[in-house]
Each structure stands twice: as C-alpha cells, then as structure tokens.
Nanobody, 127 residues
C-alpha cells in the first residue's frame, strides 16, 4: 500500500510561484509512473504533468513552459514547480502514482491506471 501526501499549496497573486510536494510512504519503484492532476469544483479532473518510467516528462498544453515536474527518489517525493501562475491555474492539485511502467503521453493514460492518489492541496491565484 502506498500513501501520498501533498503539501505546498496556498494563495498567490498572478505571476507568482509555488512548489508542490507529494511525499510517498510505502513501497514505490524507480520505474513507477507519477503525475499531477488538478480539479476545479464542477469540472473534470485535468492532467497537469506526468513523469514516465523512462524519465520522460509530459505537460498539459496549458502549463507548458511554466510548470516543471520532478522527483527525488532518495526522499520518495514528487514535486511540481509552478511559475507564472494564472487565475485559471487555481484548483485542488493531487498527485498520483501507479506501480506499472508507463511510456508515451501521460494524458493518454486512463484514470483507472493510477492506483494511488493523494488527498490534494489547494492552490488559489488572485488576479
């Protein structure tokens, strides 16, 4: 069993930055897949960034060039560096992982692929 706990959310002004963390407890493999998602009430969950088993990273078009996903394997922690935040980035951000290997575009992976989810951390961006 893997537990994921996010932190780092908060309130910032447009143009500001935040760094989200997702600490994993329990066994995870270096070949596991990782991703960040976000959701606004009343809207579908959106994939934000993915880290594939081969180390490749993928981003939603809306965040490319502004967000960076990374992982510290020694600390079993996933990060999401968010710069140039916009009001439309406001959402609850959650991390997810799956023990299976994955390649290609993380946005093509169905929700059912992601085995473990965190509870989420709120990001608010004021204009």
């Amino acid at each position: 069993q893997v537990q994921l706990v996010e932190s780092g959310g908060g309130s910032v002004q447009a143009g500001g930055s935040l760094r989200l963390s997702c600490v994993a407890s329990g066994y995870t493999s270096r070949r596991s897949c990782w991703a960040w998602f976000r959701q606004v009430p009343g809207k579908e969950r959106e994939g934000v960034a993915g880290l594939m088993s081969d180390g490749n990273k993928g981003y939603a078009n809306s965040v490319k060039g502004r967000f960076t996903i990374s992982r510290d394997n020694a600390k079993n922690t996933l990060f999401l560096e968010m710069n140039g935040l916009k009001p439309e980035d406001a959402a609850v951000y959650s991390c997810a992982t799956a023990p299976q290997q994955c390649v290609g575009d993380f946005e093509n992976l169905p929700d059912i692929f992601w085995t473990y989810w965190g509870q989420g951390t709120q990001v608010t961006v004021s204009s």
